[in-house]
């Protein structure tokens, strides 16, 4: 996790974001055009544990040379207006272009439903 980076402005991603060759690639290129020094601070999550952050946050985790599996499960909680980025790696990435409907960039509510609204 980068220290304070949900603050920094928008940076699409401009190559392969998932299993990229350096994943800190992006973040080094950004961090170099606007001047931000870059705290990244490492989080170790137990078995059965959980890690909760920012979707603003830059962060990753490089490879697993360790000889165990690294399980994950993941939910990306976003506003009920969001739409899939027509740019963002080639289409929505390689993760989620199964999700995105032909001809629009609204988000399906069979695959992202509305958890809770303000009502």
């Known amino acids: 996790f980068v220290t304070g980076?949900?603050?920094w402005d928008l940076?699409?991603?401009?190559?392969?974001f998932n299993a990229p060759d350096d994943y800190k690639k992006e973040l080094k290129i950004y961090a170099k055009n606007n001047n931000k020094t870059?705290?990244?601070?490492?989080v170790n999550v137990?078995?059965?544990g959980v890690s909760f952050h920012h979707g603003l946050t830059w962060h990753g985790s490089g490879l697993n040379n360790s000889?165990?599996?690294r399980r994950a499960l993941v939910a990306h909680c976003v506003p009920d207006d969001a739409k899939f980025h027509p740019t963002n790696c080639g289409g929505t990435?390689?993760?989620y272009r199964k999700y995105k409907m032909n001809n629009t960039d609204e988000?399906?509510?069979?695959f992202f439903p509305i958890l809770w609204q303000d009502k």
């Open 93 to 95: 990435g390689r993760i």
């Open 38 to 42: 870059l705290n990244i601070v490492g």
């Open 67 to 69: 000889q165990n599996h």
């Open 107 to 110: 988000l399906n509510e069979s």
């Open 46 to 48: 137990p078995a059965g």
């Open 5 to 7: 980076s949900h603050k």
């Open 11 to 16: 940076h699409p991603p401009s190559g392969t």
